[in-house]
Structures are given as structure tokens and as C-alpha cells.
């Protein structure tokens, strides 16, 4: 059995970001700045979207983008229940009611149909989630916001790198479409907390970047802006959502380290889906049939409860006996009771949702994870499964 204990995620941070934060700190310019700006840009240019406005957690973003699109109370958005509690929590503190249309076990992804059965005259806004890096379907999507004149906003959390139909996740897709990603210590970057908001949608980028500071004009260059002098304008009131320029200065480093942690990935989730590739008690993530780059933010099987005769949770626990840590994306979240009592759904009206709730599992997977930490995870699986 392995010594050290092995995480399920550890973010890895250049000696080039710690000077670059450190020169900020020296030189007394904090918050906002220059380097939030430049990381914008160099994560603009990266993704292919024309406007990248930097926040401070894809939280934040997700509430930014759902308030500029003018979503609150009466208005319905449908998201999946198979996504972290912030996607919901951003709808519901805009007063607006979240709705959720089952996926599919063999994606982990929205499905459009179950969308379209969810639409009502409420309906505003659309939030898919590129469950774990693989891209949803976007064309099916797109078709059903299009019909129905509806926004959407693509949660890319876990999906910065993944790429759909040859363009990248976060690239322009038009007007009232906006994706949000996350920059927490678990996801592909990091900034320590942070989310970038990316869009082709010039008024609601405006909108956004005074949303984001109070809803202060002041520094923003566009419609809002007071003219010539110091004072500036309020239009509309906002959050206190901005980026730091010690975060935005670990960002940029990050990104120049994008590919490359990106590669390590893929390469791990390829060793574990050789390695685990027909032992019993384990059900292997599958690839959607579109095509796609998946960024691979998790490595998520399931536990095949039936055929192991113990639970998820148990395995969970048999793995840290063995020192390697694991971690639950996610419980649905209709069987939450906060989400129950809002939405009404309960267990048996999401049923695929439910199924990989009780069966999926993220294994260790990160850049700096070695071969033999891989091996390590393989093995111990294979005694917990006996197999
Ligand atoms: C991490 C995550 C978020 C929230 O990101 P923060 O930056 O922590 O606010 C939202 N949605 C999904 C799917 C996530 O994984």
C-alpha cells in the first residue's frame, strides 16, 4: 500500500506565477488592474471569444451573465441536476425558478430532447454543463434555444481546452450565448478562486463588466461610461464580482501551462480507461458520439453497486484505508433538500440522473500526478473490487 496519501486533485503552481504575485504585492497594486486585463486578453485569444471579462469564481459569473441577460423573478431556466450546486444557486439568487431536464449516463449531458419537454412559456435561458470537459450537444441545444428564443449559458466549469465540432468551448457562438468557466484549485487552471465570463455579445459584455464592479461605470469603456472626468455613473446597481490582480497574475502563468496540463490529463484518463478496461465492478466513462476534444477535468466510472454487492460510498471509503482519495461529482441535485423543495422533483423523476448519482466516482487525476501514482489508484481498485 502506498505511503503518502493520494488526493483526487492538487493544483500545480509555477515558481513564475509566485514571483509574478509577489511583484504585485510589492508594487501595492492589488486588485484589479492591468494584469486582470491581460489575462483577459491572453484568455480571449485562447478560447476564440471576442469578450473574456474576468470575476472572482464561476459563481459569480454564472449570477453576472444570468443578471445581464435580465433572467429574475417569473422566468423559468432549465440546467441539469447533474452539475455542482452553484449552477442552481446562481439561478435562484436571481429570483428566476430552476428546472431540470434529465441527462444521459452515457454522457453525463443534458439532453436536448428532455429540454425541449421542459420548456414552458417561462422559459429563459438554458444552462448546460460540459459534464467533466466532454462538450454537450451544442447543435441540439442551439436548435431548441433558437426555436423557443431562448439565452443560453454554457456552465463550462469543468471544460476549458474541450473543444466542440472543431472550436473550442468559450469560441463565439452569437448573440445571448455566454459561457462561464472556474478557476478553483480542483479545475484545469487556477487562480486560487476566480471564473472568466466569455462572450460575442458586445451590449451584454458592457452590461457585465459594470455588473461585476457595483455597477460603476467608472473604467469601463463603453456606453455606461461618464464622459470626461472623474466622476462616474451608476445605471443599474451590481455585485462587487471583480478579479484581483494577484489572482488574474497566477492566471496568466496558468494558461501558458494549459496545454501541456491539459496533455497530462488525457494522458492519465487513457491509462486509466487501458488499465481498468474489463474489470468487474467498474463501468468506464464513454465517449459522446459527436465530435469533440474532452479536457478531461475529471476521471468519473461508476461503481457497479450490483454486481460488487457494496456501495459507492463504501468504495469511496476502502480506497482511503488504501491512501487514495476520491471525490463525489455529484449527488443530484433534486435530492438535495433544499433543491427538492424548490423544484418538486424527487427521487424517480430524474432516473438517469439518479443511476450515476449513486454510482459515479472521480478518481484521482491531475498534471502533476506520476505514472506510479496512476498505477497506484489502478491497483488499489482492482483489490477493492477483487477483480
Ligand atoms: C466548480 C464549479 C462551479 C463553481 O465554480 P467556482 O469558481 O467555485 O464558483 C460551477 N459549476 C460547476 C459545474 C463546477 O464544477
Known sequence: MRKEFLPFARPSVSEEAILDVADSIRGGWLAMGAKTIRFEETFARYVGAKYALAVNSATAGLHCALMALGIGPGDEVITTPMTF????????????????????????????????????????????????????????????????????????????GASYKGRRIGADRGARRLSVFSFHPTKNITTGEGGMIC????????????????????????????????????????????????????????????????????????????????????????????????????????????????????????????????ALHYQALHLFTCYHKITGKGRGDLPEAEYVSDRIVSLPLFPAMSDEDARDVVAAIKEVCQC
Open 199 to 326: 462572450t460575442a455579445d458586445e451590449e451584454l459584455a458592457e452590461k457585465i463588466m459594470v455588473l461585476r464592479q457595483n455597477g460603476m461605470s467608472k473604467g469601463a469603456w463603453n456606453r455606461y461610461a461618464a464622459k470626461g472626468s472623474a466622476n462616474y455613473d451608476i445605471f443599474f446597481p451590481g455585485l462587487k464580482y471583480t478579479m484581483m490582480d494577484i489572482q488574474a497574475a497566477i492566471g496568466s502563468s496558468q494558461m501558458k501551462e494549459l496545454d501541456s496540463f491539459n496533455r497530462r490529463r488525457a494522458e492519465l484518463a487513457a491509462f486509466y480507461l487501458r488499465e481498468l478496461d474489463g474489470a468487474a465492478g467498474i463501468i468506464l466513462p464513454r465517449r459522446a458520439p459527436w465530435e469533440h476534444e474532452h479536457s478531461w477535468h475529471i476521471f468519473t466510472p461508476f461503481i457497479d453497486t450490483e454486481r460488487l454487492g457494496f456501495s459507492r460510498d463504501e468504495f469511496m471509503a476502502r480506497m482511503k484505508e488504501r491512501n487514495i482519495g476520491t
Open 85 to 160: 450546486a452553484a449552477t442552481v444557486n446562481a439561478i435562484l439568487f436571481t429570483g428566476a425558478k430552476p428546472v431540470f431536464a434529465d441527462i444521459d449516463r452515457r454522457t453525463l449531458n443534458i439532453v436536448p430532447e428532455n429540454i425541449e419537454r421542459a420548456v414552458t412559456k417561462a422559459s429563459k435561458c438554458l444552462i448546460p454543463v460540459h459534464f467533466a470537459g466532454m462538450p454537450c450537444d451544442m447543435d441540439g441545444i442551439e436548435a431548441i434555444a433558437d426555436k423557443y428564443g431562448l439565452a443560453v449559458v454554457e456552465d463550462a466549469a469543468h471544460a476549458l
